[in-house]
């Protein structure tokens, strides 16, 4: 949201940064902020994990088995405000006007979806499109200053061809803003900024569960090598002896070590290497980086030079 932001502003670009960066940052802060605070919160509520739990389990008493879930409240503080299920239970809350907080960020959210929805759409209604017909001509006093007329179509190449070949170039390297085709563009990309915005919150947020689960897989897949390794291929070792099962267990160990490195090690590095790359080109360009298709070719007046002395060594020839 920085760069995108710092984008809009470098461009000019101040309807988007105003509806759809500063309620896109409310959006975020009711949906994922909020979420992040309680995390923190929930990590200094007192609750002992040592502590022994008494069956049955009464809701009222916090304990390790009643300590609330984060995902459990937000979803029942959307759900209870919009009717679909029962508010959250005032004996699971962290600490008081928790609720309270709650609603407050849940109405920002629902109050800043429709403004990032609709706003862009309804200004370019009520503005129309923009003109550019009275825009003066800035070369407009340009001459050349010795034999008039004649000089000035010296200047210029004197070919209406050559002209259209330098606008075409112009236009190549200084694209046309960010003007629509129409309102129902300008409304149907409003839309999918909006959903891709708001889905992007929950899935980027929860990508990172994959860093959980191959935690989890992680452990599992050391378990199985140390059962395969050390249990199901060990021979007996009643009928062997010490000298043996030491000179064995070495011998073993590394193979499991090198079982080990190969299969969790490349897996680790797969892993840093994939969610590194989908951190940078999904998560973090998808927020301020927009392909228009075009690949990116910088201004060079050497192409201008190059091709202005090709014309003139073909008039020559």
Request: aromatic content about 14%.
């Amino acid at each position: 949201m920085f760069v995108n932001a710092l984008n809009c502003i470098y461009f000019g670009h101040y309807k988007k940064l105003t509806f759809n960066i500063l309620t896109g940052f409310f959006i975020f802060l009711g949906l994922i902020g909020y979420m992040i605070v309680l995390i923190y919160v929930k990590w200094w509520f007192a609750v002992d994990p040592s502590a022994v739990v008494s069956f049955p389990i009464d809701a009222t008493v916090l304990d390790i088995s009643t300590s609330p879930s984060i995902i459990t409240l937000l979803i029942g503080d959307i759900m209870g405000l919009t009717g679909f299920s029962q508010p959250n239970d005032p004996n699971l809350l962290y600490f008081a006007q928790q609720q309270q907080v709650s609603n407050i960020l849940v109405y920002i959210t629902f109050i800043c979806l429709p403004i990032m929805l609709c706003a862009i759409p309804c200004i370019a209604i009520c503005c129309g499109p923009k003109h550019h017909d009275e825009v003066p001509d800035e070369f407009a006093g340009v001459s050349a200053h010795n034999n008039g007329a004649e000089d000035e179509d010296h200047l210029i190449g004197g070919n209406e061809k050559d002209i259209g070949d330098i606008e075409e170039m112009l236009e190549k390297h200084c694209p046309k803003g960010d003007d629509h085709g129409g309102i129902g563009e300008v409304f149907i990309h409003q839309i999918i900024e909006t959903i891709e915005f708001v889905l992007g919150c929950i899935s980027n947020t929860a990508s990172y569960l994959r860093l959980w689960a191959l935690s989890l897989a992680h452990g599992q897949l050391g378990e199985v090598f140390l059962q395969i390794f050390f249990t199901q291929a060990a021979p007996d070792f009643e009928k062997m002896s010490s000298t043996v099962a030491v000179f064995y267990f070495f011998i073993i160990g590394f193979g499991y070590m090198f079982a080990v490195f190969c299969v969790l090690f490349m897996m680790d590095s797969l892993e840093v290497f994939l969610h590194t790359m989908r951190l940078h080109w999904v998560e973090f360009m998808g927020k301020f980086y927009e392909g228009a298709g075009t690949p990116y070719k910088p201004f060079s007046f050497t192409e201008i030079f190059e091709k202005e002395q090709g014309r003139v060594d073909a008039q020559k020839a």
